[in-house]
T-cell receptor, first 114, second 117 residues
Framework: KAGVTQTPRYLIKTRGQQVTLSCSPI?????VSWYQQTPGQGLQFLFE???????NKGNFPGRFSGRQFSNSRSEMNVSTLELGDSALYLC?????????????FGPGTRLTVL | AQKVTQAQTEISVVEKEDVTLDCVYE???????LFWYKQPPSGELVFLIR??????QNEISGRYSWNFQKSTSSFNFTITASQVVDSAVYFC??????????????FGQGTTLQVKP
């Protein structure tokens, strides 16, 4: 079974631009979560989607948004990029109804904002 | 508020030594889940274990073992006879069950383990 895939793996953007990251969960998984990892703040929860609905959202500004499609693939978007958005963005998929089941992580997208 | 503390930022051991990674958590919920993940240099988080708040049995899986103690709100992870391949960042995480049943994980800051040959 293929794991969680994330595209692109690396991205370089400049301040003010916007970016879209993509995540394909493990086949059959309907829950997708996103996390931001930075050296200063560590791993922080962004949001979770289940059956195309956002089920929970972390404490991030409205510039961060996401969505999930009917095939469970998910995208996250960051608008008006700031230098502080440089991070590794990790996507995770969860079997069953999601929730507290173990999350399987993808390799991440490393975003650099110049 | 939920919080996970991994007080050890970095640990360095020599191969074959035993090493314990500490994890202390805070939660007001009575039903919660604790996790350990490993992040090798490749960056991908690898799931190691999940434990719910009602199961205080210790767990052993090969060279890995976990000690869960609700009385001290700790969920410590021990690697026996460490190997160079164990070198990675290890994260402890907490998920509250609550009524929303969402998958929000609260992570500790991580412990970087370096195993030297």
């Amino acid at each position: 079974k293929a794991g969680v895939t994330q595209t692109p793996r690396y991205l370089i953007k400049t301040r003010g631009q916007q970016v879209t990251l993509s995540c394909s969960p493990i086949s059959g998984h309907r829950s997708v979560s996103w996390y931001q990892q930075t050296p200063g703040q560590g791993l922080q929860f962004l949001f979770e989607y289940f059956s195309e609905t956002q089920r929970n959202k972390g404490n991030f500004p409205g510039r961060f948004s996401g969505r999930q499609f009917s095939n469970s693939r998910s995208e996250m978007n960051v608008s008006t990029l700031e230098l502080g958005d440089s991070a590794l963005y990790l996507c995770a998929s969860t079997p069953g109804s999601g929730g507290v089941n173990e999350q399987f992580f993808g390799p991440g997208t490393r975003l650099t904002v110049l | 508020a939920q919080k996970v503390t991994q007080a050890q930022t970095e640990i360095s051991v020599v191969e074959k030594e035993d090493v314990t990674l500490d994890c202390v958590y805070e939660t007001r919920d009575t039903t919660y889940y604790l996790f350990w993940y490993k992040q090798p240099p490749s960056g991908e988080l690898v799931f190691l274990i999940r434990r719910n708040s009602f199961d205080e049995q210790n767990e052993i899986s090969g060279r890995y073992s976990w000690n869960f103690q609700k009385s001290t709100s700790s969920f410590n992870f021990t690697i026996t006879a460490s190997q160079v391949v164990d070198s990675a960042v290890y994260f402890c995480a907490l998920s509250e069950h609550g009524s929303s049943n969402t998958g929000k994980l609260i992570f500790g800051q991580g412990t970087t383990l370096q195993v030297k040959p």
